[in-house]
């Protein structure tokens, strides 16, 4: 089973910058969907963003479009999530998850699992 660690959260200003890192170990399947989530204090987890592992689709939550962007690195299977222009309301623990998906699927609809640990984004006004 793949397992996913996610790295690189951390404190920054409004407006500044952040990139998380997803890294998988194991085996991963080229069409499988992975994505970003997060969870503020008291909120319900989200989807932020999503793609599959061989880069096919792409989605965005509303709440991030033009500021957060994914790209990946399949030699180091790793998926990237680039947060540009910060908001407080950005704060969250963020997570990776990936899953088997359909092409078609829409990833907001996935049953996602295998969860990563969670990063910690805190952005300050």
């Known amino acids: 089973q793949v397992q996913l660690v996610e790295s690189g959260g951390g404190l920054v200003q409004a407006g500044g910058s952040l990139r998380l890192s997803c890294a998988a170990s194991?085996?991963?399947?080229?069409?499988?969907?992975v994505g970003w989530f997060r969870q503020a204090p008291g909120k319900e987890r989200r989807i932020v963003a999503a793609?599959?592992?061989?880069?096919?689709?792409?989605y965005y939550a509303d709440s991030v479009k033009g500021r957060f962007t994914l790209s990946r690195d399949n030699a180091k299977n790793t998926v990237y999530l680039q947060m540009n222009d910060l908001k407080p309301d950005d704060t969250a623990v963020y997570f990776c998850?990936?899953?088997?998906?359909?092409?078609?699927?829409?990833?907001?609809?996935?049953?996602?699992?295998?969860w990563g640990q969670g990063t910690q984004v805190t952005v300050s006004s």
């Open positions: 793609t599959r592992w061989n880069g096919i689709g792409t």
């Open positions: 998850a990936c899953t088997s998906a359909q092409y078609g699927s829409r990833f907001a609809d996935l049953a996602w699992g295998n």
């Open positions: 194991g085996r991963t399947v080229s069409s499988d969907a």
